[in-house]
């Protein structure tokens, strides 16, 4: 059964600093996703990765990665009250071999505060 | 439309009763999506659209729950004699073509049933 783990599960950030959240998968896969949910919001996609080593930015988030590890981090820079929202890993996979699904992490709250 | 919609953006039934919820994908978009999104978790995949067929069901947790996209646009999920356990946010989504070549799918801001 593939799982997709993140962590941390919530993290609270200083206005000004950086951070590092991680999405591990069980499986073979060379394209994870992340998105972004505001409360009460639609999933919003920010990176789409598309091969072992790839690496995106936008802004002060950077995403990576590493298929070999089966990880994927997400970097924030000098975090902003801007970027405190739920953020997503999903992994897609062929299921049952006739359509896709994105099985997702149980994502990262991310507050940050002055 | 601009991007994907879904109604009602809230609905409160008693259990038992029979609810549906609608899809408006993006126009254009063959590919539709239906995942369910427990509190605190995340989503979850039920069902999947290619043009008016359902391509793979096997996501849907039981027989009470059913799906259809007659016209290969808008999609409807029905549920029957709804349980507590069905409250949840469902959440709809669309990709261009899907059909295996696992494109960006972009969500809907979804339908938050609670089951009284």
């Known amino acids: 059964e593939l799982k997709v783990e993140q962590n941390p599960l919530f993290l609270s950030m200083q206005e000004g600093k950086n951070y590092t959240i991680y999405c591990n998968y069980s499986?073979?896969?060379?394209?994870l996703y992340w998105y972004r949910q505001d409360p009460g919001k639609s999933l919003e996609s920010l990176f789409v990765?598309?091969?072992?080593?790839a690496v995106k930015q936008e802004g002060r988030l950077m995403a990576s990665l590493d298929t070999k590890a089966r990880l994927s981090t997400l970097h924030i820079t000098a975090a902003v009250h801007d970027l405190s929202a739920t953020y997503f890993c999903?992994?897609?996979?062929?299921?049952?071999?006739?359509?896709?699904?994105?099985?997702f992490g149980k994502g990262t709250t991310l507050s940050v505060s002055s | 439309g601009a991007g994907v919609s879904q109604t009602p953006s809230n609905k409160v039934t008693e259990k038992g009763k029979y609810v549906e919820l609608r899809c408006d994908p993006i126009?254009?978009?063959?590919?539709l999506y239906w995942y369910r999104q427990s509190l605190g978790q995340g989503p979850e995949f039920l069902i999947y659209?290619?043009?008016?067929?359902?391509?793979?069901d096997s996501g849907l947790p039981n027989d009470r729950f059913f799906a259809v996209r007659p016209e290969g646009s808008v999609s409807t999920l029905k549920i029957q004699r709804t349980e507590r356990g069905d409250s949840a946010v469902y959440l709809c989504?669309?990709?261009?073509?899907?059909?295996?070549?696992?494109?960006?799918?972009?969500f809907g801001p979804g339908t938050r049933l609670l089951v009284l």
């Open positions: 989504a669309s990709s261009l073509s899907g059909g295996g070549t696992r494109e960006t799918q972009y």
């Open positions: 499986t073979t896969s060379d394209r």
């Open positions: 990765l598309l091969s072992n080593g």
């Open positions: 999903a992994v897609d996979i062929y299921y049952n071999q006739a359509g896709t699904a994105l099985i």
């Open positions: 126009s254009g978009h063959t590919a």
């Open positions: 659209f290619q043009g008016t067929g359902a391509a793979d």
